[in-house]
């Protein structure tokens, strides 16, 4: 189980009289937009000051309805005149995703975990029985105290080795994940224009290629790719030699089912008919569900 962290706003004295707040305070709902930006320090604790989420490795910006939703008691005008004011006085700023951030977040919110929590807690108790000990027994106390220490800097150390840790995890995700979804189509199209001569050629790249692209490298390597471009151009049925002189093409081979079907082997040349064909039987069935999925025109 996770260790619980605790976390705090960090107010300096003159925060009230700082220039931003008396701003703020001098506006009609200035007490409302100084709870509101207190908030918004606390709703970002564990994404660094950053008004976002993650979803499926995207990074989602909160925007005023979903501000509004998650603070629950200000209108979404006053939510909005805030942020606006917030940006302008420099409370908040975007970041190079257009993420809202809080600016010197980490001068605002202070963190602990719960073991140096316990360890502060125990040492002012210890502190607080000495005031009540005879000289010779606070000595004894004295080296109690030391072996806290120790014990505190132990545990501070094994702290420290995890958030590196947790760190150096999230920096191997970040660029495995880099690694995963950055996309080259165009060497994609070299490698079928290049594979594939007697099939027509890709030209340009339109979004709904790129989207099949990037949905087949998320599960196929470019090695695969590559397999698959050049077992089509083995195949005599997918070159035209078949009762309807269909061709496969860049899209058709692309589709999920269709590469899977190639790499399995399903094209592979097999026995010839008179007429010097693939026999239609091997394939009559990939033909004709093609034809009903509109893959392949009549």
């Known amino acids: 189980m996770a260790e619980r962290k ?71 005008d006053t939510v909005r005149a805030a942020i606006a004011l917030f940006s302008r006085l420099g409370l908040v700023y975007k970041d190079e995703n257009g993420c809202l951030s809080i600016a010197g977040y980490d001068c605002i919110v202070g963190s602990e975990r719960g073991s140096a929590e316990r360890m502060r807690r125990l040492r002012a108790k210890n502190a607080a029985i000495k005031t009540l000990l005879p000289a010779s027994q606070c000595d004894e106390l004295s080296d109690i105290d030391k072996e806290i220490d120790k014990e505190i800097d132990k545990e501070i150390d094994k702290e420290i080795d995890k958030e590196i840790d947790k760190e150096i995890d999230k920096e191997i995700d970040k660029r495995e994940s880099g690694k995963r979804f950055l996309v080259d189509y165009q060497e994609v199209a070299d490698l079928y224009n290049r594979l594939c001569p007697s099939l027509s050629r890709v030209t340009a790249l339109s979004d709904a290629r790129k989207k099949a692209i990037k949905a087949r490298l998320k599960k196929y390597s470019l090695d695969d790719l590559s397999r698959a471009f050049a077992m089509a151009e083995e195949s005599d049925f997918l070159k035209g030699a078949n009762s309807r002189d269909w061709s496969a093409n860049f899209d058709w081979i692309l589709k999920d089912a269709n590469l899977a079907k190639i790499l399995d082997g399903n094209y592979a040349n097999r026995g010839k008919s008179q007429t010097g064909r693939d026999s239609p039987g091997d394939h009559v069935d990939d033909y004709l569900l093609g034809v009903i999925n509109g893959e392949i025109k009549l």
């Open 6 to 76: 605790f976390y705090w706003i960090k107010l300096k004295k003159d925060f009230m009289d700082s220039d931003a707040v008396d701003f703020l305070m001098s506006q009609k709902d200035g007490a409302n937009y100084v709870v509101l930006y207190q908030m918004l320090c606390l709703m970002t604790v564990e994404t660094g000051g950053k008004l976002q989420r993650t979803l499926n490795e995207i990074i989602v910006p909160y925007d005023v309805e979903k501000i509004q939703r998650d603070t629950k008691y200000f209108e979404i």
